[in-house]
């Protein structure tokens, strides 16, 4: 285990996951199920409470395999994922040109991007490529940092934009991708630039 994982951020989150470590095999499908019956026709935040206590219910059950044990059936509308055979509930990230889609409940990539349906991937790939240069923004080396005079400046005007792309993501192509999957979480920060979820105004 990496010395991150002792990090104040992940022993609060390993606290919040407490309460379904509590709950046996069945009575945690049956959360799943019914909270993925919530969730199913919205794109989510990826920092929405309920996606949030979601997320750490599916990675308790990736552990325990509860999908695998067909415990309770897949919510209607809702396919079975081949990276981990839980209900298909993608993540869009910036990232989405490399990672593919991301799956909620093992973090794997859920749909690799050359299989995400044509006409989405152009506008993916497009937003994604528009992203990439103003995320870079917040790792630039001293040489980069020093041509632009001001730096800080620099940070402000990427962290703008980066808010302007991440609106869009949640508006425009969250709700593309719902033509396709049941639900949607989309990432709605970038803490490399300091772009926190309530930045991010839809």
């Not at 285990?1 to 002792?6: H, I, N």
């Not at 929405?48 to 750490?56: C, I, N």
């Not at 993916?124 to 980069?144: I, N, S, T």
């Not at 730096?151 to 703008?160: F, I, K, L, P, V």
């Amino acid at each position: 285990m990496d010395a991150d994982a002792d990090s104040p951020l992940d022993l609060l989150w390993k606290e919040y996951s407490l309460v379904f470590r509590d709950f046996d095999d069945l009575t945690l499908a049956r959360w799943l199920a019914q909270t993925l019956g919530q969730l199913e026709g919205k794109a989510w935040r990826f920092s929405h409470p309920l996606l949030g206590a979601y997320r750490l219910a599916a990675q308790l059950a990736h552990e325990r395999q509860i999908w695998l044990k067909r415990l309770v059936t897949l919510p209607a509308g809702y396919t079975e994922s081949a990276c981990c055979r839980a209900p298909m509930l993608p993540l869009l990230t910036r990232d989405v040109r490399e990672a593919g889609l991301i799956c909620q409940h093992c973090n794997g990539t859920l749909v690799v991007f050359e299989e995400i349906p044509g006409v989405l991937q152009g506008e993916l790939e497009a937003w994604a490529a528009e992203y990439e240069p103003v995320h870079a923004v917040a790792h630039w080396d001293d040489r980069q940092r020093k041509s632009v005079g001001n730096y800080d400046r620099a940070c402000e005007s990427a962290a703008e934009q980066v808010e302007r792309l991440l609106e869009r993501a949640g508006r425009v192509l969250t709700a593309r991708l719902l033509e396709f999957y049941p639900a949607v979480a989309w990432e709605d920060q970038d803490e490399c630039l300091e772009v926190r979820p309530e930045d991010v105004l839809l």
